[in-house]
């Protein structure tokens, strides 16, 4: 029989934004296909309770806090990691300010955006991806090799259409799509700087993910894709699976847009 590509038994993933919108998924995915998994959020008692609720066992999935924007809180994570399970093999950089964690003036328009606003979502969104793959990837390039999956976004590959937002209560700041192609270009740059030292880089960026939208931005955002919806939280899974395992070997500094066609048009 041949070897299963996706099997992920005896590798570790360290999951950060574990108890936002696509963290839980993702870490159940990966549990699935045999990895450990350490879920990361700022608030430790979130991702307790997102342990809690996903009914995986605490040798198998454990929760800590982490601020992404700390060094030092990353240092303390990669500890964690190899204390707990020895190493860290995959890392899931999931953190971001969005729609769902709002900076204090998250939805100011552009001419009235502030500095705080922009210095806030560049830390979490930007810096603390460089800082995950500062820290952790250093491990993975002493321990002979690891997978990391930035996660992107469609808005940074394309622009947001700033005429589906209007009266509907959802904005997309300016600081969020900057920072998403940041992330992106972060990605190359690492995945070119570490490839033959057996860490692969890559980035998922997920389009619009249904999170109970309604009304008129789902009906605008369905005409604009090609696919006529939003995704499910699910639809990722497949995707990060692939990114972490085998089946991806020789994947390196691909963005893996997971959007329904809606950048195609």
Not at 236 to 262: E, P, Q, R
Request: hydrophobic letters at 40%; one cysteine or more.
């Amino acid at each position: 029989m041949s070897k299963d590509l996706f099997d992920l038994s005896g590798r570790v993933a360290l999951i950060t934004g574990g108890a936002g919108l696509l963290g839980p998924e993702m870490a159940s995915a990966l549990v699935e296909k045999g990895a450990k998994v350490i879920l990361a959020d700022l608030s430790l008692e979130k991702c307790q309770e997102t342990i809690d609720k996903l009914g995986i066992s605490s040798e198998i999935i454990r929760p800590i806090r982490l601020d992404v924007a700390s060094s030092t809180s990353w240092k303390e994570a990669l500890t964690h990691g190899i204390e707990h399970f020895g190493k860290i093999d995959i890392l899931v950089n999931g953190a971001a300010s969005t729609n769902q964690s709002k900076t204090a003036n998250f939805e100011a328009g552009f001419e009235n955006f502030p500095e705080e606003d922009w210095d806030r979502i560049m830390d979490i969104n930007l810096k603390g991806t460089f800082l995950g793959c500062q820290i952790i990837g250093q491990h993975m390039v002493q321990n002979g090799g690891g997978s990391i999956i930035n996660i992107g976004s469609l808005y940074g590959v394309v622009s947001p259409n700033h005429r589906i937002y209007p009266g509907t209560g959802i904005f997309q700041p300016v600081a969020y799509g900057v920072s998403k192609h940041a992330v992106i270009s972060l990605t190359k740059y690492l995945a070119t700087l570490w490839a033959d030292k057996h860490v692969r880089v890559n980035a998922l960026s997920p389009g619009g993910v249904w999170n109970g939208h309604e009304g008129l931005f789902y009906e605008r955002y369905k005409q604009l894709n090609p696919s006529g919806d939003m995704a499910n939280k699910s639809d990722m899974n497949g995707g990060i699976v692939f990114l972490a395992s085998d089946a991806s070997k020789h994947v390196v500094g691909h963005n893996l847009i997971i959007d329904g066609g809606y950048s195609v048009w």
